[in-house]
């Protein structure tokens, strides 16, 4: 695995989902999640924040695949999808910087307003765990760029998977630990107060990635696909 293969596999999709966390919707999000589970006995919140996570996990994971999937059908891009990639990163980047992020902020999975006509605990933490809040949207579709790139230089099937699978999880686990713990819960108060300044540093980060993508695809030796 090459450098970049190992950043976009692991590092760059835990980075992403965390800071999808504390973007202001996320937030809000987590907040009514906690406030839904708040009554319930321990065995409980600790049932349903699993549940919360795995199938947010498992749902991302399965858009991975079917970007790889779209991917394949592009092999020999090589560089080229790595350069496409780091421009769609600094596009990204360049609207969070311009306050237009909103333009691609479209939650994904069941709405939480149907949460009101669901019956049972199960069928709440499903619903919660598919909808993925709007401001993650644009990570997302980051991570489904850098899936299909891979798909295009002969990345796996469980290689997209993961890599999708473990921005769900780090989009989830702040939230987990602040239900299940009390000084979390209070770091989260703390982090709601800090969301309104995160889309910035979101734009920030993001440029720098995507000149660092489009550096990577210019300059660096990825090796033929098998």
Request: hydrophobic residues 60%.
């Amino acid at each position: 695995m090459t450098e970049f293969g190992f950043i976009n596999l692991l590092v760059l999709p835990a980075a992403l989902g965390l800071l999808g966390f504390v973007e202001p919707c996320s937030i809000g999000s987590s907040l009514i999640f906690i406030k839904y589970l708040e009554r319930k006995e321990a065995a409980r919140r600790l049932t349903e924040t699993i549940l919360f996570a795995v199938t947010r996990a498992l749902f991302i994971g399965g858009l991975g695949i079917l970007a790889v999937l779209l991917g394949t059908a592009f092999l020999g891009l090589q560089k080229g999808a790595w350069i496409l990639l780091g421009a769609i990163y600094v596009f990204i980047g360049s609207l969070y910087l311009a306050g237009r992020a909103q333009v691609l902020m479209r939650s994904v999975g069941p709405s939480l307003a149907s949460l009101s006509g669901a019956r049972g605990s199960v069928g709440l933490g499903v619903l919660f765990g598919l909808n993925i809040p709007a401001c993650a949207a644009p990570l997302l579709l980051i991570l489904l760029g850098a899936a299909a790139a891979g798909g295009a230089t002969g990345s796996t099937f469980l290689g997209g998977f993961v890599s999708l699978a473990v921005f769900g999880l780090a989009l989830s686990l702040p939230l987990v630990l602040a239900v299940l713990f009390a000084p979390a819960r209070a770091a989260l108060d703390w982090l709601a107060g800090l969301s309104g300044r995160m889309p910035f540093w979101t734009g920030v980060v993001l440029t720098v990635l995507g000149l660092w993508s489009i550096g990577f695809g210019l300059f660096a030796h990825l090796p033929e696909p098998a």
